[in-house]
């Protein structure tokens, strides 16, 4: 069996959780979310765990086993506590800041690039002062929310507004990302010669 599928998903306390006709919900003190689980699958609501069930061992079976396990413990998890991904923008000149419902970006371009913030999500932007110790960081822009996916999917497209350049490290990132740094030209033209 699939060592993450057969894994019991505790219910943590004041998160009410039901299964009926493939769909499942989970509530908390943060919000509410609905899953429609693949019909092969089979929930169990006890007393404080979710159990997932699959009918055989073939490919498709273990892989929706382990997925579907995966996504009603991100709710749970997300109804009672929330997730939070935290991006760092560095660079002379780049700036965050939100402007009613959406986050506009000046990051270089000849335009402040205005992204809306989708519903379910709040941003969080606090400024700070360039230094040489960090790496000219101008920002963190923190995302939070009760939907992993969709607080995944908005700080990728946020960090797709300026990637990271590798020479000078630049752009939005992740605050867990690791850059690494190429030389560049001097460290290029040393190099030859020997």
Known sequence: MSRIGRAPVAIPQGVTVECSDSLFRASGPKGSL??????????????????????????????????????????????????????????????????????????????????PIPAGLSLDVVSSTPNSENGYLTAKITIQGIDKQLIGDFASEVRGVRSVEPYKGKGLRYSTEVVRKKLGKAGKAGEGRK
């Open 34 to 115: 609905e899953l429609k689980v693949h019909p092969d699958m089979r929930v169990e609501v006890e007393p404080e765990q979710v159990l997932v069930k699959r009918p055989t061992d073939s490919k498709n079976h273990r892989a929706l086993h382990g997925l579907t396990r995966a996504l009603i413990a991100n709710m749970t998890h997300g109804v009672h506590e929330g997730f939070a991904k935290i991006l760092e923008l560095r660079g002379v000149g780049y700036r965050a800041e939100l402007q009613g419902s959406k986050l506009v970006l000046q990051v270089g371009y000849s335009h402040p690039v205005e992204m």
